[in-house]
């Protein structure tokens, strides 16, 4: 085709031409390419139409020189070198690009893994169960699964850096949301008292008699419709900021990895994805390591009282500064999504991959009649092309009723249905992990929420990445089949399983706390304190527990333990309160502010370390088992597969794992506090049931992952028997022939 006659076409005459080309593309990929370095010039061509004609002009007489110089037969070779002479701008470079999104990625990943470090933070702040916080840390999903199909339908047809940028917008105004509830909500109360009146907060808890008591803070007035409609509202707030988040991520991976495919040299695109990930692996890390370090700062750090507060990290009744998270990663998101309004529709190809490909196109022209026969034998596969592939030339109603057919023809593969079954119950085994294993810590060795979050983040999370890249390079370097990465699959899920049974055995029981558990094998108290405070007028639903070092008893508040008095020590600039004439307590003897220690505070490094080193096995049959999905379906399938893939797993693992989890720990739950009349926060577990039933649902799932890996590797070591018998059968009748 003449390259002067597409500098005279106008839009008009294109349309029609382009469409003619495009049927062109199932002869072969010979004709692919010659098709696609026509159609670029046409596009460059219609674009400079308006610069006038003796631009044109000049543009022509350099392209139709040039082509004298290169190939005539292919004139994709001047459109390179005059590209390679502009100077690229920093919004037409793909490594840019590449930086952008990585720490897009990163600061998303940090927004969205915010809310399970401070999981058990909220729970406390606002009254929540378990199951609902789990209910919550999950409902991000719902957003995002909703249009993750209509994304994947239009995912060519807009344009991709803005739709990314739009998306971190709506991800950081979700960031927003999720801290608006400690704005519109009152200061933290930590006890019953006034807060108007701080000189109660002790009298509140000592044991006086009926007629000195002070009223009680919760009174029938404060629990007004008005009081239950604020809370309702709160929690519904951050229902729809989780929904915000899982809708605004949306766009941001699957068109980020697009846009870097489609402009990134062939060569350089494994190399700029791994890069991609390799950062976006450190977002869990940094939002644990966040969380650790917001949570030591008080929860109304913006608005302390006039005295100050006498509460220490170490306090159950402690709340951090749970909000503040969430605001530091919503800006962090708006400054990493200010760039993606710059970068253009389409930016041009690195010059290494035109390099590259003016070598494959010249020796495709000096193969001719090779690339004939390959053409030929390709033939049939094209016209075959799967969904992916023919779908942005789909209508929305032809793609409607193009999808469950691949869809089911997808899932009948035994290999991939296998293979996403596992990968189905080790996320639902992270997922559960992830949310809840900092809150399993604080309760189970009694350590601090921001210690539980930094043992995640500094240990955890690193080794697991460890362990996908431990994963990814022995897959690379020793280059192995469906068979052996099957292989390798079920040995990994076999060391995490051994991994994980000496967890049942590292913890202690629940201590003993006066009216709510018993020592081993003393018969229940008739009442729900013990009689010794029955002279004092204690409120049930107040907490500020005390702990009888002596016996290692704790009481739900000093009126409990029967004491009348309070001092307050100084050591070492800090100050330690202690009751004092304590009726409960042998000698009528003083008992330090607080709860008990645990007797297995020591066994939590052991313990971390076993999880983190099962987290690190599992993580090494991530890249095996998706090479195990890419090689196991039709080549026209696999996008499709992939994204299959992320579907299910978000729908039958990330969605339910945090609720099933949560409803796990509430049903190990020995006393709830009360708001209003209604169960909220859970203030005592049995310890040795919620290890049995945390760590036994991450048994079940990796029990799970295991059998699935074996039948993957049973049916594969069949399909090559009967591969090898096949062979064998025609072999022979060649012989006879």
């Known amino acids: 085709m003449d390259i002067s006659l597409t500098d005279r076409m106008s839009q008009e005459d294109f349309e029609p031409w382009q469409w003619r080309l495009r049927s062109k ?107 609902t916080s789990g209910l919550l840390a999950a409902f991000n999903e719902v957003g995002n699964i909703s249009l993750i199909l209509f994304v994947s339908y239009f995912g060519s047809r807009v344009h991709r850096p803005r739709m990314i940028g739009y998306g971190a917008l709506l991800v950081a105004l979700a960031g927003l949301l999720m801290a608006l509830p400690h704005f519109l909500s009152e200061p933290y109360r930590y006890d019953h008292s006034s807060p108007e009146d701080r000189s109660q907060d002790f009298e509140a808890s000592l044991c006086l008699p009926t007629t000195m008591a002070p009223a009680s803070g919760l009174s029938n007035d404060s629990c007004s419709r008005s009081t239950e409609a604020k809370h309702l509202t709160m929690v519904g707030i951050m229902f729809t900021a989780q929904t915000l988040l899982g809708i605004g991520g949306v766009p941001i991976q699957p068109f980020g990895i697009s846009y870097i495919d489609d402009f990134a040299h062939h060569s350089n695109s494994p190399l700029y994805l791994g890069i991609l990930f390799a950062i976006t692996m450190m977002g869990p890390g940094l939002a644990y390591g966040l969380g650790s370090l917001m949570l030591r700062l008080y929860v109304d750090i913006d608005r302390m009282p006039e005295g100050g507060i006498n509460l220490t990290t170490k306090d159950p009744r402690w709340v951090g500064a749970w909000w503040l998270g969430f605001l530091i990663s919503a800006g962090l998101v708006v400054l990493a999504a200010s760039p993606y309004f710059f970068f253009p529709r389409e930016m041009p190809k690195e010059k290494h991959e035109l390099h590259f490909r003016r070598k494959v196109l010249a ?101 697991a990445i460890v362990g996908i890249v431990v994963g990814g390079v022995l897959v690379k370097r020793l280059h192995l089949s469906p068979m052996q990465c099957s292989a390798l699959c079920l040995l990994g899920s076999l060391l995490c399983l051994l991994l994980s049974l000496p967890l049942f055995f590292i913890g202690c029981s629940t201590h003993h706390i006066a009216g709510i558990t018993q020592d081993p094998g003393a018969q229940p108290g008739p009442s729900l304190f013990p009689g010794c405070s029955e002279p004092c007028s204690c409120q049930s639903d107040d907490f500020n527990p005390v702990c009888d070092t002596g016996a290692y008893v704790e009481y739900t508040t000093p009126c409990h333990a029967g004491c009348t008095g309070r001092v307050v020590q100084e050591a070492l600039g800090k100050s330690q309160i202690f009751y004092t004439n304590c009726s409960c307590v042998a000698g009528n003897g003083t008992v330090p502010a607080g709860s008990c220690e645990s007797a297995c505070s020591r066994l939590v490094l052991p313990f971390i370390l076993l999880i983190s080193l099962g987290a690190a096995v599992a993580s090494v049959t991530h890249t095996p088992s998706f090479m195990l999905i890419l090689r196991g379906v039709k080549k026209e399938d696999k996008t499709l597969a992939v994204g299959m893939q992320f579907m299910l797993l978000r729908v039958l693992a990330w969605m339910p794992s945090p609720v099933i989890h949560g409803s796990a720990i509430d049903t190990t739950c020995v006393h709830w506090a009360l708001s209003c009349g209604r169960r909220a926060v859970c203030r005592y577990y049995d310890h040795d049931l919620l290890r049995n039933r945390f760590i036994g649902l991450q048994f079940f799932f990796k029990s799970g992952s295991l059998v699935c890996f074996a039948l993957v590797l049973a049916i594969l070591r069949q399909q090559n028997r009967e591969a090898s018998t096949k062979a064998t059968e025609k072999s022979s009748d060649l012989q006879q022939l």
């Open 363 to 463: 020796s495709a022209a000096s193969n001719g009649s090779k690339d004939e026969e390959l053409s030929s034998q390709h033939e049939p596969l094209k016209k075959q092309a799967g969904l992916a592939q023919i779908a942005p030339d789909l209508t929305v109603v032809q793609f409607i009723k193009v999808f469950p057919r691949v869809l089911l023809r997808t899932l009948r593969h035994p290999i991939f249905l296998l293979v996403v079954l596992s990968q189905v119950c080790t996320s639902s085994m992270v997922a559960g992990m992830a949310t809840f294993l900092p809150k399993f810590l604080e309760r189970q060795f009694s350590i601090t929420a921001s210690f539980a979050n930094l043992l995640l983040g500094c240990l955890t999370i690193p080794l």
């Open 25 to 131: 593309l199932q002869e072969g990929p010979r004709e692919k390419l010659q098709v696609e370095a026509h159609l670029r010039q046409v596009r460059e061509a219609l674009g400079r139409a308006g610069e006038g004609p003796q631009m044109a002009d000049r543009s022509t007489k350099t392209r139709m020189g040039t082509e004298d110089i290169h190939e005539r037969k292919l004139s994709v070779g001047p459109q390179d070198s005059q590209q390679d002479a502009q100077p690229r701008g920093m919004f037409q470079n793909i490594k840019f690009f590449v930086l952008c999104h990585s720490l897009l990625q990163l600061a998303q990943l940090m927004i969205s893994g915010y809310l399970k470090s401070s999981i058990s933070t909220v729970e406390k702040r606002f009254g929540l169960s378990s199951q």
